[in-house]
């Protein structure tokens, strides 16, 4: 599936909504990503991102070395909501030897599980309540907050060439397609700001609008 030297390859198992995204996201920075579902609705969807989206009705060691799992460096299984599967797909990838395994887990005593087998656990809802709930404390909640539809609202400090431009001149809606909606500087938020707005260093502006396009200007922030 990889050759040498090219880009980190990823497999992705299990194709519901962090699954999903995660194929998405992966594929927009260009690495080469192996998606794979039992269900052909999700997998078809899964297409529109990468053109290795496969179904696989038995997760078992024959069916995923067949997929090319075992090729792959990292793989994330996204199957939390059935532990017994997750437990089952888990070990078999662990048995192909892939170097990195990061599987999803729906709780801690799931994940305690995962990790005894070898596998990096992460638990998204929960993480993302717990940043939630330390942005609330500290009126930060807006560094990144997914919406449906992948559409997200994101924190981002403007460097670079905005430093000195103004709003209108950054045109950033027509050319990224993204909204900014708030303008922090020195710890005061604006949310009412004038065309003529000119960035200075140390400034952050909430944007809201698709992942990708908020990724491309971020990006272009680097």
């Known amino acids: 599936m990889k050759k040498k030297d090219e880009a980190a390859s990823f497999a992705v198992i299990g194709l519901g909504r962090f699954g999903l995204a995660l194929v998405e996201s992966l ?21 529109r991102y ?24 990292t793989v994330i299984i996204c199957i939390a909501e059935k532990v017994d599967i997750s437990v089952l797909v888990t070990m ?14 729906s709780s801690l005593t799931h994940g305690e599980i995962l990790k005894h087998l070898g596998a990096k656990v992460v638990y998204p809802e929960r993480d993302m309540a717990l940043r939630l709930g330390k942005g609330l404390l500290y009126h930060n909640f807006l560094d990144s907050v997914a919406l449906e539809g992948n559409v997200e609202v994101r924190r981002i400090e403007v460097t670079g060439e905005l430093i000195g431009m103004s709003l209108r ?9 993204v909204n900014v909606i708030a303008i922090e500087r020195e710890h005061h938020t604006q949310v009412d700001f004038p065309p003529d ?26």
């Open 27 to 47: 594929s927009s920075a260009e690495r080469e990503v192996l998606a794979i579902d039992r269900d052909e609705t999700r997998v078809r969807e899964a297409r």
């Open 50 to 73: 990468t053109d290795l989206a496969m179904v696989v009705e038995s997760l078992d060691q024959e069916s995923l070395e067949e997929a090319g799992v075992q090729n792959c460096d």
């Open 92 to 105: 078999t990838v662990m048995n192909l030897n892939v170097p990195h395994v990061i599987a999803k887990a």
């Open 169 to 177: 001149e950054a045109d950033i809606r027509q050319k990224y397609g």
């Open 197 to 222: 707005y000119r960035f200075r260093p140390g400034d952050v502006v909430s944007v809201v609008g698709k992942t990708s396009n908020i990724e491309r200007f971020e990006n272009d922030m680097q």
